[in-house]
């Protein structure tokens, strides 16, 4: 994760922590160093101009440059910069509510949302101890409805039966009923995927969202695809109210660029990042530590 970009923070930093005084062109000239960093994380240019910006003016001041350890608090500006542009505090799930609280999951063809679902629904299980019922609505694709309930049957958690020929609302309805009668905590609805973003299937989620009342709507994006998962938020948050993110193959992000500008650019919260393919490798979002990561 972010290995390319903390490689070349690393490098600027170490030479500027090893000066014993800065003046402000050193700090400039490292904030160029900086700039080029990010862009080739592919983060947004917008979110870099803010970034490079602020901390740029917090360091060139005087209590900085005349400070006994320049280099440490230039560093520190910076990560207290990362963290802020990664959301700041953890976003953790919001489940106050009357069960069975909804959870609708949303997002591209192959982002990873149905493995996710599932990833979600163990972590609910295990970690919170909630009762969990998960319910695939995808009668686009086939047999999307018999993965989930193979993932389900791997996490130990709960399926909606399947009933054929059932349209997306119809089963959601079904899993609200279901997920009453059983008395289930927390209820997943998987969303039809979709190729792009088309505006039948954004009908069609908002129609769910209508008749489910989800407490959560999480969108899940593919990280390596940097400034698109970007932008595929941006044009599902105008559609349905989404209510946070989740990051899929971090694993294999080595820029993180999406990370890097989802929260600046959306305004949304990333909640979870996913990390493989295996249905435990998934963590809650924490920017604190990201950060951490990044500048090493
Ligand atoms: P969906 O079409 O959005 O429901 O996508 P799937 O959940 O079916 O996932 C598509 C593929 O991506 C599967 O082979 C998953 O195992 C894989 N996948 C999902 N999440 C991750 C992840 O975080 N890291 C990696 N490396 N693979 C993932």
């Known amino acids: 994760m972010f290995d390319s970009l ?75 910069a990362l963290v802020e542009m990664l959301g700041g505090g953890t976003s953790d799930l919001d489940l106050a509510a009357t069960p069975p609280v909804v959870i609708m999951m949303v997002g591209l063809q192959g982002s990873g949302k149905t493995t996710s679902t599932a990833k979600i629904g163990k972590l609910l299980k295990e970690k919170q101890g ?32 399947i009933v054929p020929g059932q349209q997306p609302v119809e089963i959601a309805n079904r899993a609200i009923q279901a997920a009453k009668l059983q008395a289930i905590d927390v209820l997943l ?33 593919d990280s390596l695809t940097g400034q698109d998962a970007v932008n595929v938020a ?34 949304k919260p990333i909640k979870f990042a996913a990390t493989g393919e295996k249905l435990d490798a998934i963590e809650a979002f924490h920017p604190e530590r990201v950060a951490s990561r990044i500048l090493g």
């Not at 000239?29 to 990010?38: F, H, P, Y």
């Not at 559609?239 to 989802?262: C, F, H, K, N, Y």
Request: no cysteine.
């Open 6 to 80: 903390s490689d070349r923070l690393s490098g600027v930093f170490d030479r500027l922590r090893g000066r014993g005084a800065l003046t402000e062109d050193d700090v400039r000239a490292a904030m160029r160093e900086v700039r080029i960093a990010l862009l080739e994380a592919d983060v947004a240019l917008p979110v870099v101009r803010r970034f490079i910006d602020a901390v740029t003016e917090q360091a060139i001041g005087q209590q900085v440059l005349r400070s006994v350890t320049p280099g440490q608090q230039v560093v520190k500006i910076v990560h207290d």
């Open 130 to 161: 909630k009762k969990v019922l998960m319910a695939s609505l995808d009668v686009n694709r086939p047999a999307a409805q018999e993965q989930l309930a193979v993932l389900g049957g791997q996490v130990g958690v709960a399926t909606l039966p």
């Open 189 to 221: 609805l998987d969303t039809a995927g979709r190729l792009h973003v088309d505006q039948a299937l954004m009908d069609e989620m908002k129609a769910v969202a209508a008749v489910s009342s989800p407490r959560e709507t999480l969108l899940v994006v």
């Open 234 to 267: 941006q044009s599902f948050a105008g559609e349905v109210p989404l209510t946070g993110v989740v990051l899929t193959r971090m694993d294999g992000d080595a820029r993180g660029g999406a990370a890097l500008s989802m929260r600046a650019v959306t305004g």
